[in-house]
């Protein structure tokens, strides 16, 4: 069973909007953090933003003010709303989730590499592809 479920991805024009889901096959409670990254081929992971357990959102300087994280509790959804899309926000879009009960905060990804990355996050969705043409 996939841990995590994205969704929403596809093929859109430069300025549109997309909104990706994540679903878990368990409830969403149980993680200390969420986060939405992004990887191009031959290119490290990146962290795009997080959501703690108090629901605190965080954001990489590189998405800050155009893409918006948020949870629906009812719903065992995470989403990410994504605006003003470029054709440099072309990539694959991974949910993850961190299972433990504490560890470094949610935010310390931004800008790390893979291996320090999944220190935190410990389990991954299959991913979404995100196409944006100019």
């Known amino acids: 069973q996939v841990p995590l479920v994205e969704s929403g991805g596809g093929s859109v024009q430069a300025g549109a909007s997309l909104r990706l889901s994540c679903t878990p096959s368990?409830?969403?409670?149980?993680?200390?953090?969420m986060g939405w990254f992004r990887q191009t081929s031959g290119k490290e992971r990146e962290g795009l933003a997080t959501y703690d357990g108090d629901g605190r959102a965080t954001y990489a300087d590189s998405v800050k003010g155009r893409f918006t994280i948020s949870k629906d509790n009812a719903k065992n959804t995470l989403y990410l709303q994504m605006t003003n899309l470029k054709p440099g926000d072309t990539a694959i879009y991974y949910c993850?989730?961190?299972?433990?009960?504490?560890?470094?905060?949610?935010?310390?990804?931004?800008?790390?590499?893979?291996?320090?990355?999944?220190?935190?996050?410990?389990?991954w969705g299959q991913g979404t592809q995100v196409t944006v043409s100019s």
């Open positions: 993850a989730a961190d299972r433990a009960i504490a560890g470094p905060g949610c935010e310390t990804i931004f800008g790390k590499r893979s291996d320090y990355v999944s220190l935190i996050y410990d389990i």
């Open positions: 368990e409830h969403s409670s149980r993680y200390r953090c």
